[in-house]
């Protein structure tokens, strides 16, 4: 199994295919797929409403408005550090500038998706990460021990902090009442939970003593709050990872209830285990980091290995980041932009954005069909992007500048490298860039010039809205930027 920090060094590229590739055709757990057919994938998604501190609720009713538009009928809003805590409010002073935590909209958020058929579970994760992570500063003496016996370290995405060490009493008690607050007190409305267990500096030192007992201790909380929202809702959707099951270098061995949701990524993808559950759903960055085509294949990989849903993110983000995420040092000090593109505001739907739109309808259309032929699903994302009038050439230039800002290198934070100067500035640093990427890059600036023309000169609208990106792209490959590239290609 790979655990997540490996999978996102490896990159977006190794998350949306070769990780799946390795993790089913030639992993150690093997199951013959299910006979192929035109039935559609149901489609759920995630984000990390925590990390969107910028968005009030008008932009989240229609963030929900384009998601029913694609045939979503569950959400998850990642909560944890948003809402405004009266029991432990250390978990959410850095975050206090969201919109969430000064407003408390989402009770009528979750309403409102109600009223469109969306489903929407609430997402935390125990004992770490985004305000979980925040109780260790109030609490230093609960941080977790690392394996060779010294205390975590800090870490985490805009939430920095410390994991909490799960054997420590005043640890659980505060796990199950911030739970319990988040769904009981706050978010009755809710449907259900995502709780979404962690494999990045768990405590493995100590009395955690490695991670199998790790995930046995873990396990007692997931058991007792699960046990507590069924007793007040028996149709409440709890989701989980498989760590819990599946044994392993990084895994326990304990027993599994029917009534569970179990999430599989590419990192943790047990198929011999998805066959034994009730209901089993798939989770990739797909959607958020890659070519229509891996979305398609995505899509295809669920429906052919029966699982109930094809679950992607579709998280942005729109926080300052003061660290370095993931090892992105550009990015410190920066104010992070839906999708990494600098002309959407802080504060309005970006899946409006034809760009953007390309995975949407990827995911719509392929979910509904996963044999769709590629013409067809050219042809309607025309329409969709540009209407009744679009042309072969328009969907053409739309996929080119689809391709150039994400690539196949797109981070959780930033456009593509080829689109982003900055960006490959900080990977050719870590020495995570190669002359082929350099090359393909070139080859794209190559041909802007002519794409930006056409979309320029189109009496089509919906064509023009694509000027301000290739305006974007200009103005990022400014002379320094182009330098630097000729520099590298110099032979």
Known sequence: MVSRRDALRIGTAALAGTLIESAVPGGAVHAAPLPAGPSPVERGCYLTFCRIPTAGLRTWKSIMDSFAEDGVDRVVLWLGGAFRSRKYPITWQYNREHRNVRENFAGQLIDYAHTLGIRVLLGFTPYTYDGTNQYAYERPDLKAQQANGTLARLQGIHSWGYNLDPTKADAKRFMLEYARELYFDFYPNADGLLIESADIDICTGGDCGGPRHYYEVEYEFVRRLSDEVWAQDPDAEIIVHPNYFVGGANGAELPYDPRWTVIFSPWTVNLEFAKKISRAYYFSLDVISQPPANVAASVRWVRDHGFASYFPSQEFFTYVAEHAEIGETNLVGKQLRPFGFDFLGLDENPYRDPVVTVNRVALREYARNPDLPEAEFRARLG??????????????????????????????????????????????????????????????????????????????????????????????????????????LRT
């Open 383 to 488: 329409q969709s992007v540009f209407g009744d009038t679009a042309t072969d050439q328009n969907v053409a230039d739309l996929l080119f500048l689809h391709e150039f800002c994400y690539g196949r290198d797109k981070s959780l934070f930033t456009l593509a490298a080829g689109a982003d100067p900055g960006a490959l500035r900080d990977r050719l640093e870590r020495g995570v860039v190669g002359f082929a990427a350099l090359q393909a890059i070139q080859t794209e600036l190559d041909a802007l010039p002519a794409v930006a023309a056409r979309i320029r000169r189109s009496r089509n609208p919906a064509v023009r809205r694509l000027v301000r990106h290739t305006d974007l792209l200009e103005h990022n490959w400014d002379p320094g930027a182009r330098a630097l590239l000729r520099a590298h």
